[in-house]
């Protein structure tokens, strides 16, 4: 089985909603923006253009999008993100949005790290424009998983470090991630455990769905709601006529 830190995370909230989004590829067909993922997106790939090339061409492709509606997460403070973010980044790029993946077991678990630079050693920074109240450090699946991977990458791996680009204060605060070997054991037994019951899951077709993951937030419903209370032939003919398949979504590598 291929892992990947969201599809581990959703599997954790709920396995049918892992099972509809990253095992089968499906998406809502209603349609609508997410402005939280768009905003997510539109920084990263300014930063990587940016890192790559110049600020200048960074601010040109913000500019170049079709920003839906936000009080918050507009094209202005991303300019503003993106500019402070350069502001306090002193490493030395050696690439960016480079893939990897290695062996879990009989699993693989396989990512994107957003940038790889250098120090004394090698640097491997992640970005998020995640609420500093919601962002976890530890535990988190996806931070752990990509600093073990930097550790079997590079013989120099030096630090981890998590750019948090809050949209709030319009500051980018840097985060020092660091796992011991006794943490990193015990994540990779963890998520091999994870990953051989969600393998016997999805062979049988049996995946149990968790009731309180159904309205999170308060506000939002999960997108899978109407098709996972249906049954028999009614499930099939939501599926048909209420989703799509996304072959994006069911490869995604982060």
């Known amino acids: 089985m291929i892992l990947r830190s969201t599809f581990v995370h959703v599997a954790q909230r709920c396995v049918r909603e892992a099972y509809y989004a990253y095992h089968l590829g499906l998406r809502t067909s209603r349609g609508g923006v997410n402005v939280d993922i768009f905003f997510g997106s539109a920084v990263h790939g300014a930063i990587e253009i940016a890192l790559r090339e110049s600020e200048h061409k960074a601010i040109c492709y913000l500019d170049s999008l079709l920003w839906p509606p936000s009080k918050k997460k507009t094209k202005p403070a991303a300019v503003i993100l993106l500019r402070n973010f350069l502001r306090k980044f ?3 790029v050696m690439d960016t949005e480079r893939l ?7 699993h693989t678990w396989r990512g994107k790290w957003d940038l790889i630079a250098k120090d004394r050693g090698i640097v491997i920074g992640e970005h998020k424009t995640t609420k500093p109240a919601y962002l976890q450090l530890k535990p988190n699946t996806q931070f752990i998983a990509y600093y073990e991977g930097a550790k079997q990458e590079f013989d120099s791996f030096e630090k981890f470090e998590v750019y948090n680009l809050d949209v709030e204060s319009l500051e980018v605060y840097t985060h020092l991630v660091n796992f011991n070997q006794s943490e990193c054991d015990e994540w990779r037994e963890e998520v091999q455990v994870i ?7 999805f062979s049988s077709g049996m995946c149990p769905k ?3 993951s159904c ?7 999960c997108q899978f709601m109407d098709l996972c209370t249906a049954s028999g032939s009614i499930r099939d ?3 048909k006529n209420c989703f799509n398949f996304d072959i994006q979504q069911k490869e995604l590598s982060w």
Request: hydrophobic share 25%; net charge negative.
């Open 195 to 201: 990953a051989d019951y969600l393998d016997q899951c």
């Open 90 to 92: 002193k490493h030395e």
């Open 215 to 221: 309205r999170r937030y308060e506000y939002r419903t």
């Open 100 to 106: 990897f993946e290695y062996d879990l077991g009989r």
């Open 237 to 239: 003919a939501v599926m």
């Open 210 to 212: 968790s009731d309180g």
